[in-house]
């Protein structure tokens, strides 16, 4: 496996939740730091959280409280658990893996996953 795999995605009503996975390469995974990105029609590409190798998460301020990322380094998953979703969290959401982190913010990685689709409705 050399290329991330993400999943759970799809259609929710406003107040709902979803739980993506991104599965990555097993050899690779506990040594490289993890990320979820977002980007919606017409928008920049933008950093939703970050998870670092030592389990140190990051949030965006317009996911915080609803959203939580985190990893499991036995199945070289990685997740990202979404409450209380919103009409703008609607996106394609990527992971990627083996960026770093300079001054407390992480820069994406070379590796990216193909993207799944979350759509919210009012």
């Keep these: 496996q050399v290329i991330l795999v993400e999943s759970g995605g799809g259609l929710v009503q406003a107040g709902g939740s979803l739980r993506l996975s991104c599965a990555a390469p097993k050899n690779t995974f506990s040594r490289n730091n993890m990320g979820w990105y977002r980007q919606a029609p017409g928008q920049q590409r933008e950093l939703v959280a970050s998870i670092s190798?030592?389990?140190?998460?990051?949030?965006?301020?317009?996911?915080?409280?609803?959203f939580t990322i985190s990893r499991?380094?036995?199945?070289?998953?990685l997740y990202l658990q979404m409450n209380s979703l919103k009409p703008e969290d609607t996106a394609v959401y990527t992971c990627n893996t083996?960026?770093?982190?300079i001054s407390g913010r992480y820069y994406f990685g070379?590796?990216?996953?193909?993207?799944t689709q979350v759509t919210v409705s009012s």
């Excluded at 190798?53 to 965006?60: I, P």
């Excluded at 070379?110 to 993207?115: A, F, S």
């Design 53 to 66: 190798t030592g389990g140190v998460t990051k949030l965006a301020d317009s996911v915080k409280g609803r």
């Design 72 to 77: 499991d380094n036995a199945k070289s998953t």
């Design 98 to 101: 083996g960026g770093a982190y």
């Design 110 to 115: 070379p590796t990216w996953g193909r993207g």
